[in-house]
């Protein structure tokens, strides 16, 4: 003899999937939430490369892009004396950033625009704002700007040891 369940309820797929998506949602918040690694969350795609001399901070002037090249001589960039504190700076007033100066769009050479403190590209116009780590403001390009990870060392020297965004052209940030 055969038992049949009365209780049996049908959701459908649709239903059936929001549920199913949102259980995984909860889970993945929990797991988030309750892992000591959470407190301290990591660098975006940081990479970090062999450490490199860029300039002296008392080479800088505020507001006038330095072109520098890191982490190769095929990766141009600028160090950027800003003036005010801004995210990933270094320097006693944590105004000196660096950053590529190739877009990470399709390639073209950026110039900086000491305006509005932008790298500008002429290609299809995305821009990038340097007193926000390099964020998008404006444009085609589908990530911010790659910026250095810097550090100043007691004699004033800026190194660079990492970057935090893919460089255009390379399949990955290994050298």
């Known amino acids: 003899m055969s038992q049949r369940c009365d209780r049996m309820v049908d959701v459908g797929r649709r239903k059936f999937m929001s549920g199913a998506g949102m259980a995984a949602a909860g889970v993945a918040v929990t797991a988030v939430v309750t892992t000591p690694e ?5 660098a975006a795609a940081r990479v970090n490369f062999p450490a490199n001399r ?8 505020v507001n006038e892009p330095m072109n520098v090249s890191y982490p190769d001589g095929d990766a141009p960039g600028v160090l ?15 105004d000196v950033v660096g950053f590529s100066t190739t877009c990470p769009h399709k390639g073209f050479p950026l110039t900086y625009n000491s305006g509005d403190r932008t790298m500008n590209c002429p290609g299809h116009y995305s821009r990038f704002d340097c007193e926000a780590g390099g964020q998008q403001v404006w444009g ?3 990530q911010n700007l790659p910026q250095y990870a810097l550090r ?3 004699k004033g020297d800026i190194y660079a040891e990492g970057v935090d965004e893919l460089l255009y ?7």
């Open 38 to 42: 959470a407190k301290a969350a990591p």
């Open 54 to 61: 860029l300039a002296n901070i008392a080479d800088l002037k």
């Open 80 to 94: 950027l004396k800003l003036g005010k504190k801004v995210p990933g700076g270094v320097g006693a007033d944590g």
């Open 140 to 142: 085609q390009a589908t």
């Open 152 to 154: 100043v060392d007691a």
């Open 169 to 175: 052209g390379r399949l990955s940030n290994v050298l």
